[in-house]
Each structure stands twice: as structure tokens, then as C-alpha cells.
């Protein structure tokens, strides 16, 4: 169903129109985060490039298998453009739109007629059916993953995020990290002057970031005794919750622990990291309310309102006999007034505490981490690209299902940030040292 958004949701900003599945465009209609719409003025554009494209590749391919008649074109379903149009393109679910494309690249049979067959040889030939040929999953499917990666329990949904058509994308920014006269802005100075007295020229300072993509990859074997026993539904299931689930944690442990030589600059890594010292005597493999305080203090004030504090479940047992105070007067930090029978607030000044399998072991930098996402910048090419294969495995009775999914991401600040007074540096990513 296509939907005009209302709210930002999933990343995408409010008036944007996409194409949900019926029970997610529903559930957004109800909680007032989209409206409905009955026709996409884009999808009859896109329908258009569409049909010429497989009408080329169908032509070729019929040349290519040495058929004298034009094979008939299968109409492309699921572009919002008709009331009859379908999504899943003909198909219930993954599951069976897998098992079709199984059973089309077996020798002797016939492709079924839902499917949309545009396949690529590697050495550039043509179009034809063939060991490196693949085809377009219907769209609700390449839609379900891709809601599943950018799910706002993930990291990537929380990072200022930008789709781009090529292969990387450059953005501009401030080189100031000082907020020190001179020095805001990367340069720019103001001057106190009376009247008819010379001003002193300044200017600010920019430097250049660029975000170079780079390809994740799953590849899930299944043998072909699954793939015909399985009705479809099995599959599906299996399918799209090891290759969402998977992507979606190699990106969160990549935005935290990325090293940026082949995939995305984590935060532990970054230049901006402001790292706080632990406390004087501190027992090892500890956290104390005044670790959190000094966290917190060097965190960039801008940023407060939208960080969140991400740990190690290790912590949690830390975070729970946490007291401010000493003696008859300490009053415990985390807890709610009504103690272990109530639930925890599950925030520390504010903020909320999510407990991710990404950060450190308690006592170790990243164990807990403070964090402004929207200060860490990603690019992707937007969907996950999914082909299927029963040539790869073709002598152990297997086919073989790819997804690909391309990111990049790095901090937007270059260096902590000198305050206009004071020596301690504030970043909007703030950890804590070592307690051993």
C-alpha cells in the first residue's frame, strides 16, 4: 500500500511517499504516522523504463535460447499504478518465491510465469539464462528487509543516514575544534570597534568528508531437499530473519568497533572519542555513579537531548547498586523508589540505557558508551540486493541465496572540541577507561 508519511519514520522524512506492506501502511495510518494514497504520480514513470528494460531482455534472451518466436513479456506487477497490481508479484511469500526460482533453473523446466527473469553474465555477452543469471525479488520482499535494517532498535536507524545512487558521497564541513577565540568556525573572529576604526579580516575554515561504500554480504546454502518440502512459509521465516538479523548486526558492531579499512570507522576508533578517566582507587571491573557523572559532563551539551547510553548487559549488575552519597544518605542511582519489585526507569540523567551485545565486557573501554547518533553520518545504497543461484552448488544438490548490502559511516567530527573556557574537551562520543 502506498502511504504519504505524516511523521519521520524509519529514517524517512515526513512527506515522503513509500510503498508498505498492508499491515505496516495500516499500523502507520492508525498511529497517525502516514496517510493512505491512491495513486503514486511517480509509478507510471517508473512502470514505463521498467517494461522497455525487460522487453530488451527478453528479446535477448529469446535470441540468446535460439527460439524463433518473441517470447510474451510478463507484465511487471506492483509498481501502486493499478488497482490490480501486486506487490509480492504473484507470490504468498518468500518462501515460495524462492522455491520458483529453484525450480526455474533446473534443466528441462519451464520458469514460472510470476517470475521476472534478467539475468547477467559476468563476461558482459548478454542476457541469458546461465550459471551467473539471477532474478528481481517482488518488491514487498526487498521492502520487509530493508524496514528490518533501518528498525529503530538498530544503530544505522539512529545515525544521520543518506541514501546515494553511486558509489560514495563527499560532504563539507567546519574544521573548528576549539570553541576559543580564533578558532570557532574554523577561523571567524569578531572584533569589538568604534566608529570609523578599521575592521580585521577573518574567514572560516572547511574540510571535506567522504563516505566510500562497502559491500556486506550474506550467503545462505539450502539444500534442495528444504526447498521442496517447505510450503513456503518455513522459509520465508528462516530466510529473512538470518539475513536481516545478520546484516544488522555486523553494521551496529561496525558503527561501534568499525576500524574503517574495508568497512565503516567505528566510534571507539575515531579521532573524536573523548575517553574519561576512571576514578581515583576505582576497584576493577566497577562502575560508580561518578563515572557517570564525568561521562556525562564531557559530553557535548547540544547533544544531550538525543544521546543514549549504550552498554554491555555486564554492566547492568553495576548499574543497579549504583549510589549517590555515602553512609545513612546514599540513595541508589538507578533504581526507582519502589526498589527491585518495581521496573527500572532504564535511564541514567535522562537518557535512555540500552544494552547492546556490541559493546565491551564490564571493566573495558566501551563497556558503557554515551552517545549522540546523529553526530555519526552513514551513506547506503538504500535496499538490500538479493540473487539466487543453483549453479554455485550445484554438485552437492544445494542453491544458494545472496543478499548484499552496501554502508559506509564515520563520525562527523574530526577531533573532541576545545570549550570556550575550561581544559576538558567535550565530543559527542564519550567512554569510559579501563578499571582493571
Not at 216 to 221: D, Y
Request: charged share 20%; net charge neutral.
Amino acid at each position: 500500500m502506498f502511504v504519504q508519511l505524516t511523521q519521520d519514520v524509519c529514517n524517512q522524512p515526513a512527506g515522503q511517499r513509500l510503498d508498505f506492506a498492508d499491515a505496516d501502511a495500516q499500523r502507520l495510518i492508525e498511529q497517525g504516522r502516514a496517510e493512505p494514497l491512491d495513486h503514486d504520480p511517480v509509478a507510471p514513470l517508473l512502470t514505463r523504463a521498467l517494461d522497455d528494460s525487460l522487453d530488451r531482455a527478453f528479446q535477448r534472451w529469446t535470441h540468446a535460447a535460439g527460439r524463433a518466436q518473441r517470447v510474451p513479456r510478463v507484465p511487471f506487477t506492483g509498481q501502486g499504478d493499478a488497482a490490480s497490481d501486486d506487490p509480492r508479484a504473484g507470490f504468498k511469500n518468500f518462501g515460495e518465491f524462492a522455491i520458483a526460482v529453484k525450480d526455474a533453473c533446473q534443466p528441462g523446466k519451464r520458469p514460472d510465469d510470476r517470475l521476472h527473469v534478467i539475468a547477467k553474465a559476468a563476461s558482459g555477452m548478454g542476457e541469458a539464462f546461465g550459471s551467473d543469471g539471477g532474478f528481481l525479488v517482488p518488491p514487498e520482499f526487498l521492502d520487509r528487509l530493508l524496514q528490518r535494517i533501518y528498525s529503530q532498535e538498530q544503530l544505522l536507524g539512529r545515525t544521520d543516514n543518506y541514501t546515494i545512487q553511486g558509489n560514495s558521497i563527499s560532504f563539507p564541513r567546519i574544521a573548528e575544534t576549539s570553541r576559543a577565540n580564533g578558532s570557532r568556525w574554523g577561523g571567524v573572529r569578531a572584533y569589538w570597534r568604534e566608529e570609523g576604526d578599521q575592521g580585521t579580516s577573518s574567514k572560516p575554515s572547511v574540510g571535506r568528508m567522504q563516505l566510500n561504500l562497502h559491500k556486506l554480504f550474506v550467503l545462505i546454502h539450502s539444500s534442495d531437499e528444504l526447498l521442496a518440502d517447505t510450503q513456503g512459509l518455513a522459509l520465508e521465516q528462516y530466510l529473512m530473519r538470518v539475513a536481516s538479523d545478520e546484516i544488522n548486526f555486523v553494521v551496529g558492531d561496525a558503527i561501534i568497533n568499525g576500524t574503517g579499512a574495508g568497512q565503516p570507522m567505528g566510534l571507539l576508533n575515531s579521532s573524536c572519542l573523548v575517553t574519561v578517566n576512571k576514578e581515583s582507587g576505582q576497584t576493577a571491573n566497577t562502575l560508580v555513579a561518578q563515572n557517570v557523572v564525568n561521562m556525562w559532563a564531557r559530553l557535548f551539551a547540544p547533544c544531550r537531548q538525543n544521546a543514549v547510553w549504550l552498554i554491555n548487559q555486564d554492566v547492568e549488575s553495576q548499574m543497579h547498586s549504583m549510589t549517590v552519597g555515602t553512609g545513612s544518605a546514599a540513595t541508589l542511582a538507578y533504581l526507582p523508589p519502589g526498589g527491585l519489585s518495581t521496573k527500572p526507569y532504564a535511564t541514567l540523567l535522562g537518557r535512555p540505557v540500552l544494552p547492546v551485545e556490541w559493546c565491551a565486557t564490564l571493566g573495558t573501554v566501551g563497556d558503557i558508551i554515551l552517545a549522540d547518533l546523529r553526530h555519526y553520518v552513514t551513506a547506503t545504497r538504500g535496499a538490500v540486493n538479493q540473487r539466487t543461484s543453483t549453479h554455485l552448488r550445484f554438485d552437492f544438490d544445494e542453491s544458494v541465496f545472496r543478499f548484499t548490502f552496501r554502508v559506509d559511516g564515520q563520525p562527523w567530527w574530526s577531533a573532541p572540541l576545545t570549550p570556550y573556557k575550561g581544559t576538558n574537551t567535550q565530543s559527542c562520543f564519550v567512554t569510559l577507561q579501563t578499571r582493571s
